[in-house]
Nanobody, 121 residues
Framework: QVQLVESGGGLVQAGGSLRLSCAAS????????MGWYRQAPGKQRELVARITDSGRTNYTDSAKGRFTISRDNAKNTVHLQMNSLKPEDTAVYYCYAVAIATVTDPVDDYWGQGTQVTVSS
């Protein structure tokens, strides 16, 4: 099984920056993509950014131009650099991975426990 652990969340003023990190560990045969979802109170969880093992990236419209996702494949780690933060970015941010745990397993989705990001106005 793949385990994901996030770090880097916290409290920041509007216009500030945070860098989230997520490290994958455990049984890992291969990781095809990693990324970040977020969920604010009373709202559905939404995709923020995604990166494949080939480096292809996708961002939600609200993150484009402000957030940058990157990945260190050798370390099975993904980062999310968040600049020009706004109060509406406040949410719990969850790391996810699309991966195969062992050679006999199918592709599956794995989730971290989440890290709180709070942006004050």
């Amino acid at each position: 099984q793949v385990q994901l652990v996030e770090s880097g969340g916290g409290l920041v003023q509007a216009g500030g920056s945070l860098r989230l990190s997520c490290a994958a560990s455990g049984s890992i045969y291969g990781i095809y993509a990693m990324g970040w979802y977020r969920q604010a109170p009373g709202k559905q969880r939404e995709l923020v950014a995604r990166i494949t093992d080939s480096g292809r990236t996708n961002y939600t419209d609200s993150a484009k131009g402000r957030f940058t996702i990157s990945r260190d494949n050798a370390k099975n780690t993904v980062h999310l650099q968040m600049n020009s933060l706004k109060p509406e970015d406040t949410a719990v941010y969850y790391c996810y991975a699309v991966a195969i745990a062992t050679v006999t397993d199918p592709v599956d989705d794995y989730w971290g426990q989440g890290t709180q990001v709070t942006v004050s106005s």
